[in-house]
T-cell receptor, first 115, second 112 residues
Framework: EAGVAQSPRYKIIEKRQSVAFWCNPI?????LYWYQQILGQGPKLLIQ????????DSQLPKDRFSAERLKGVDSTLKIQPAKLEDSAVYLC?????????????FGPGTRLTVL | GNSVTQMEGPVTLSEEAFLTINCTYT??????LFWYVQYPGEGLQLLLK?????DKGSNKGFEATYRKETTSFHLEKGSVQVSDSAVYFC???????????FGKGTLLTVNP
């Protein structure tokens, strides 16, 4: 079974530029998550989708971050404009449902450096 | 809200030593508890989980027991190997939308 795919793996941009990340979840997984992992910290949930609807985006900085999951499969996360503090690893995860004990499977992440 | 506090690292051990990484949590209700591992250059992988009090999760020689009375989920392994060197994250899942909340992670280095 193929895992969660993410691209690109690495991205370097200057502040105020825009950037987009792509995620393809495990086939059949209805729930998709985007996390931000700042160096030395645990991942923090940015947004959770159930199919193509948003379940939780309470920690997404909506003035600069946006995410979509058209057709309920692939997802993109965009930052516009980027700030220095956005430097982090952006992780995508998926799960088959939203039940409490369900396992989330993580992709390899995209490491963003904002100069 | 929910939170996870885990032992600060880094932790450095010799091969075959005993490992304990402490994890305590604060949550309403009855969360599920997880340990994830992140090997160098790789994504997070689920190591083990427990979904109710007194459950023991185990995998690859690692164990953790869900202790509701002490709100803890400590990770243990009897004999670590060099290949266990990684960052370990304790996490809980609970709340109205079963959001996953992580601790800050503990870096483990095992020397031969």
């Amino acid at each position: 079974e193929a895992g969660v795919a993410q691209s690109p793996r690495y991205k370097i941009i200057e502040k105020r530029q825009s950037v987009a990340f792509w995620c393809n979840p495990i086939s059949g997984h209805a729930t998709l998550y985007w996390y931000q992992q700042i160096l030395g910290q645990g991942p923090k949930l940015l947004i959770q989708f159930q199919n193509n609807g948003v379940v939780d985006d309470s920690q997404l900085p909506k003035d600069r971050f946006s995410a979509e999951r058209l057709k309920g499969v692939d997802s993109t996360l965009k930052i516009q404009p980027a700030k220095l503090e956005d430097s982090a690893v952006y992780l995508c995860a998926s799960s088959s449902s939203t039940s409490q004990g369900d396992t989330q499977y993580f992709g390899p992440g995209t490491r963003l450096t904002v100069l | 809200g929910n939170s996870v506090t885990q032992m600060e690292g880094p932790v450095t051990l010799s091969e075959e030593a005993f490992l304990t990484i402490n994890c305590t949590y604060t949550a309403t209700g009855y969360p599920s508890l997880f340990w994830y591992v992140q090997y160098p250059g790789e994504g997070l992988q689920l190591l083990l989980k427990a979904t109710k009090a007194d459950d023991k999760g185990s995998n690859k020689g690692f164990e953790a027991t869900y202790r509701k009375e002490t709100t803890s989920f400590h990770l243990e392994k009897g004999s670590v190997q060099v290949s266990d060197s990684a960052v370990y994250f304790c996490a809980l899942r609970g709340g109205s939308n079963y959001k996953l909340t992580f601790g800050k992670g503990t870096l483990l280095t095992v020397n031969p």
